[in-house]
T-cell receptor, first 113, second 112 residues
Framework: AQSVTQLDSQVPVFEEAPVELRCNYS??????LFWYVQYPNQGLQLLLK??????LVKGINGFEAEFNKSQTSFHLRKPSVHISDTAEYFC???????????FGQGTRLTINP | GAGVSQSPSNKVTEKGKDVELRCDPI?????LYWYRQSLGQGLEFLIYFQGNSAPDKSGLPSDRFSAERTGGSVSTLTIQRTQQEDSAVYLC??????????FGQGTRLTVV
């Protein structure tokens, strides 16, 4: 079965600094990969997804992620963060041909002025 | 509405009582999921419905938990004889394909 590990439970950064949120997955078959964001007291919103093709995926709000098959990683990056990026970020994986999303534990991103 | 709707948004119940949580998926979406989000625990998969297929119940934590989806649309998650460890946010999501799931705002359940 597939699993997802988010290596950092909390990431504090200063405003306008770059950030990387790490995600590794394990699966013996091909997968789809997702990053979701959850703002305080809200549901989850899709940031970006990797289905196939280019390994560099661009999403909303200036975020991007790179799929690395050899390292089974899908790290999320943003070159310059804003206060409004403060939220919890979840990495998720589903098997191609299946629909059950398996989530990581989440990373709480805190932006300090 | 255009999105996934969950009700109630908040529910406080006494230990031992039964509760029902409702999810209205996006119209036309064939897949529906329930997840549980506990503090510091991430998102825990509970159950998944796909069209007329038998649901994937592999994530239900005990036989006190059950869910149904009537007419391929609305779903109800029922928790019987609630316990304090059931306190969490219960999230519902729906999808048309396996390439994106849309989430509701969740129901915050507090068992006192």
């Amino acid at each position: 079965a597939q699993s997802v590990t988010q290596l950092d439970s909390q990431v504090p950064v200063f405003e306008e600094a770059p950030v990387e949120l790490r995600c590794n997955y394990s699966s013996s078959v091909s997968v789809y990969l997702f990053w979701y964001v959850q703002y305080p007291n809200q549901g989850l919103q899709l940031l970006l997804k990797y289905l196939s093709g280019s390994t560099l995926v661009k999403g909303i709000n200036g975020f991007e992620a790179e799929f690395n098959k050899s390292q089974t990683s899908f790290h999320l990056r943003k070159p310059s963060v804003h206060i409004s990026d403060t939220a919890e970020y979840f990495c998720a994986v589903s098997l191609q041909g299946a629909q059950k999303l398996v989530f990581g534990q989440g990373t709480r991103l805190t932006i300090n002025p | 509405g255009a999105g996934v709707s969950q009700s109630p948004s908040n529910k406080v119940t006494e230990k031992g009582k039964d509760v029902e949580l409702r999810c209205d998926p996006i119209s036309g979406h064939t897949a529906l999921y329930w997840y549980r989000q506990s503090l510091g625990q991430g998102l825990e998969f509970l159950i998944y419905f796909q069209g007329n297929s038998a649901p994937d119940k592999s994530g239900l934590p005990s036989d006190r938990f059950s869910a149904e989806r009537t007419g391929g649309s609305v779903s109800t998650l029922t928790i019987q004889r609630t316990q304090q460890e059931d306190s969490a946010v219960y999230l519902c999501a729906s999808s048309l394909t396996n390439t994106e799931a849309f989430f509701g705002q969740g129901t915050r359940l507090t068992v006192v």
